[in-house]
C-alpha cells in the first residue's frame, strides 16, 4: 500500500502543475476566443506562446485578432523590423493610435519557419483620447523649459547655433527643441498622451534632458537625462 501511495503523490503533483500553468493561459478574458485555441500558455511578463501548429502571415497577426489585444480600429500595429537568426525570424511591430507612435507596447513575433512560436509584448489596455482636445506645442515648451529651471538655452546662443550648422553641416540645423506627441504610460500605468522635448541648457549648468509633458494637463510626466 505504501508503495501506491507515492505514485499516486507524483500524479496528483503533476496534475496540479498543468492547472497551474494553463491557468496563465485564460488569466486574460479578453483572450477567451478564437486565438485562445491556439495559445499554449502566457508567462507572468504577458508573453503569449503558440501552439506548435499556428501558422499565420504576421503582417495579417494583429489585423485578425486586434480585439483580443485590446486594439481598436484607431490602432495600427505598423512592422518596424525584421531579423534572422540560424533557426528563427523575428518581426518587431510598433503601436500606433491614431497615427501616434505607442512607446514600450510593441510586439516581437517570433517565427520558426512559418509557424509563430511567440509574441514577446504584453496586452494592453484600451487606449481613448481626443487627441484635438490637447494644449499646444508652445505652452507645453513654456512649461518644459520652466522645469529645466535654466536660463539659457543653447538655441539662445549664437555660437552653439553656429556649432551644430556646422557639426551637421545643415544651415537649417538648431538646437531649439521640435516636439514629437506620444503617447507613453505614467508611472502609475497609465497611458498619456505627451510631448517630448529634446531640452539643451546652459545656464546655470549644462543641462542636456528628453522631458515628457503631458499634452493635456501640462504636467511633467517623467525626465529622462
Known amino acids: 500500500m505504501k508503495k501506491l501511495v507515492l505514485p499516486l503523490i507524483s500524479v496528483l503533483l503533476f496534475f496540479l502543475l498543468i492547472a497551474g500553468e494553463t491557468s496563465n493561459d485564460v488569466r486574460n478574458p479578453q483572450l477567451d476566443t478564437g486565438l485562445q485555441k491556439m ?3 502566457i508567462s507572468e511578463n504577458g508573453w503569449i506562446y503558440f501552439k506548435e501548429s499556428f501558422k499565420i502571415d ?4 494583429f ?7 485590446n486594439l481598436s480600429k484607431d490602432d495600427d500595429m505598423i512592422l518596424a523590423d525584421t531579423r534572422h537568426d540560424s533557426i528563427y525570424t523575428f518581426y518587431e511591430f510598433k503601436r500606433f493610435y491614431k497615427n501616434i507612435p505607442v512607446l514600450e507596447a510593441g510586439f516581437t513575433l517570433k517565427y520558426k519557419n512559418e509557424f509563430l512560436q511567440i509574441a514577446i509584448g504584453k496586452v494592453n489596455d484600451i487606449i481613448e483620447f481626443d487627441i484635438n482636445s490637447i494644449i499646444s506645442p508652445q505652452f507645453a515648451l513654456n512649461r518644459a523649459m520652466d522645469v529645466s529651471k535654466a536660463t539659457k538655452f543653447a538655441w539662445q546662443d549664437s555660437i552653439s547655433e553656429s556649432y551644430i550648422k556646422m557639426e551637421s553641416k545643415n ?3 538648431t538646437w531649439f527643441p521640435k516636439e514629437r506627441l506620444v503617447i507613453k504610460k505614467s508611472l502609475y500605468g497609465k497611458f498619456k498622451l505627451a510631448y517630448i522635448f529634446c531640452i ?4 546655470p549648468k ?3 534632458q528628453d522631458e515628457y509633458i503631458d ?6 510626466l517623467t525626465i529622462i537625462p
Not at 504576421?58 to 497577426?61: S, T
Not at 489585423?63 to 489585444?69: G, Y
Open 39 to 41: 495559445i499554449q500558455k
Open 58 to 61: 504576421p503582417n495579417e497577426f
Open 63 to 69: 489585423k485578425n485578432f486586434k480585439s483580443e489585444l
Open 171 to 173: 544651415s537649417s540645423a
Open 200 to 203: 539643451n541648457a546652459l545656464e
Open 206 to 208: 549644462n543641462l542636456y
Open 215 to 220: 499634452a493635456q494637463t501640462g504636467e511633467l
